[in-house]
């Protein structure tokens, strides 16, 4: 099946520090989205992006819709043990809501 | 307002045999969403329903189905179990669906077949 490239696949790093992570596709799409999910869990959706260009902000999180509309960046700030889990991106585009994952990137953070 | 849930939360059935899985959507959400999680193909969607019609479909086989209610409420189905439909089902609801619509998405249903 179809997966978007999403880097890095894994991350450890020390409370506090930041992170950054991101997503590239072939194809273009109208909507990029990032979602967290939890082990066992379904993904809850973190920040949607909407226009090419967009910087959009959640909190410590800040994501953007890169400008040719093949890429995006999710960057965290000051992590906590708490963002431990893994980060998928999405894209969806034309008319239908169907939606395609990056392969995930896990992130671990040491108190 | 309640969100995505799904039933059961986990299932073991041997090859060969069926399953149902169930899907209650957000109040006012009209379109359920299904995809398939597994560790070696990632997120992959399966289909789609609103308005109790099949509005999309993924590259799954036949043996893949589903419904949806005049609730909203949602329902697949998987028949002819093989061991490699081992995975997690995830639901996701959103009110209109379309390309800009924001999917929220259900626990999830663990299947094991064994």
């Known amino acids: 099946g179809q997966q978007l490239n999403q880097s890095p696949q894994s991350m450890f790093i020390q409370e506090g520090e930041d992170v950054s992570m991101n997503c590239t596709s072939s194809?273009?799409?109208?909507?990029w989205l990032w979602y967290k999910q939890d082990p066992g869990e379904g993904p809850v959706l973190l920040i949607a992006l909407y226009k090419a260009g967009e910087l959009t902000s959640n909190g410590r999180l800040t994501a953007q819709f890169g400008i040719t509309r093949k890429d995006s960046f999710l960057n965290i700030s000051a992590s906590i043990p708490s963002d431990v889990g893994i980060y998928f991106c999405?894209?969806?585009?034309?008319?239908?809501?169907?939606?395609?994952f990056g392969t995930g990137t896990l992130l671990a953070v040491q108190p | 307002k309640a969100g995505v849930t799904q039933t059961p939360r986990y299932l073991i059935k041997t090859r060969g045999q069926q399953v149902t899985l169930s899907c209650s959507p957000i109040s006012g959400h009209r379109s359920v969403s299904w995809y398939q999680q597994t560790p070696g193909q990632g997120l992959q969607f399966l289909f789609e329903?609103?308005?109790?019609?099949?509005?999309n479909k993924g590259n799954f086989p036949g043996r893949f189905s589903g419904r949806q209610f005049s609730n909203s409420r949602s329902e697949m189905n998987v028949s002819t179990l093989e061991l490699g439909d081992s995975a997690l089902y995830l639901c996701?609801?959103?009110?209109?669906?379309?390309?800009?619509?924001?999917?929220?998405f259900g626990p999830g249903t663990r299947l094991t077949v064994l």
């Open positions: 996701a609801s959103s009110r209109l669906g379309g390309g800009t619509d924001t999917q929220y």
């Open positions: 999405a894209g969806q585009g034309g008319a239908t809501n169907k939606l395609i």
């Open positions: 194809s273009i799409f109208n909507t």
């Open positions: 329903y609103f308005s109790e019609t099949q509005r």
